[in-house]
């Protein structure tokens, strides 16, 4: 009780002066009013502190201290790992289904999820056929044009049918690029060369023109044509039948027919270039993938 006396009583603290003179300072304080002022005090301090600390960088000076920096980092983080997790499981179902694809099986959607570091599959449930899937599989199974058997059979086809010869001795300076509007290669060969056959077939075109001088074209067996241009000359005529390896032109220039008058004193012969091109059902094929030149 007396403490509770003194602690709620009126106390004066004074400021004296060393000699006679009266006191220089006093107040009268109550001992719990002291307490509250030193609890709010420090209540203040402790708002200024977290204020300073939630809207200043000041953890960021400080080493070890998880700042702003080290929040957005975190949090940029989390991101990242949760877009690493859909996507590793997006790989898991797609080479998954790839396998049953691959074995003929019909492939399933998997619903995953992350137990720790491992991932569990929650459920499994087929993938259902749709019409057009069916339709694929039936032109690809089957045995249309663009079934699977069909293609390795043209495939087989052309390879073994392009038993080819090279037309003439000379080295390659333009080759085939269909992008760019070139559709055979370009050789490099003598003024005095002459063009054969790449393999038999029937002569079906052979005409001049500005651009590629005189050209002739020849009818191979299994839907094979091969076109020769910039020659000088043409020894064969249309509908004549050839041997692989018979002559049916003379190189010259591209655009007259004769030889190349550019060429450098250091060559031991003028030179010019004839064009081949080779195009199977239509299409333009590269004549190096069956030539060696």
Not at 37 to 52: C, E, K, R, S
Not at 98 to 103: A, H, T, Y
Request: net charge negative; aromatic share 8%.
């Amino acid at each position: 009780m007396r403490f509770w006396r003194w602690f709620a009583g009126r106390h004066k603290l004074s400021i004296d002066r060393t000699d006679d003179s009266p006191e220089a300072w006093f107040v009268v304080i109550r001992p719990w009013q002291v307490l509250m002022g030193f609890v709010a005090f420090l209540m203040l301090l402790m708002a200024a502190a977290i204020g300073v600390v939630a809207y200043t960088p000041i953890l960021d000076m400080i080493p070890g201290m998880p700042g702003e920096k080290s929040r957005n980092l975190l949090i940029d983080n989390i991101i990242r790992l949760d877009s690493l997790e859909r996507e590793m499981n997006n790989l898991l179902v797609y080479s998954d289904n790839i396998s049953l694809i691959v074995d003929g099986k019909t492939p399933i959607v998997r619903n995953v999820e992350m137990v720790g570091d491992s991932i569990n599959i929650k459920s499994k449930e087929l993938i259902a056929t749709s019409a057009a899937d069916s339709a694929l599989r039936a032109q690809i199974e089957g045995s249309g044009e663009y079934s699977i058997a069909a293609a390795a059979a043209a495939r087989k086809s052309i390879r073994g049918s392009l038993d080819l010869l090279p037309p003439v001795q000379g080295s390659v300076t333009t080759s085939f690029d269909p992008k760019n509007q070139v559709f055979g290669v370009r050789l490099r060969v003598e003024s005095s060369a002459t063009v054969s056959a790449v393999k038999d077939g029937t002569i079906v075109a052979g005409y001049w023109s500005p651009d590629d001088g005189y050209v002739i074209t020849i009818q191979h067996s299994d839907n094979l044509l091969s076109t020769y241009k910039h020659n000088s000359t043409l020894q064969k005529s249309v509908g004549a039948h050839v041997r692989a390896g018979e002559v049916i032109a003379t190189v010259g220039d591209a655009e007259s027919g004769e030889t190349n008058k550019n060429a450098t004193a250091a060559d031991s012969s003028e030179t010019t270039e004839v064009e081949l091109e080779l195009w199977y059902k239509g299409t333009p094929i590269d004549p190096e993938g069956y030539i060696v030149f």
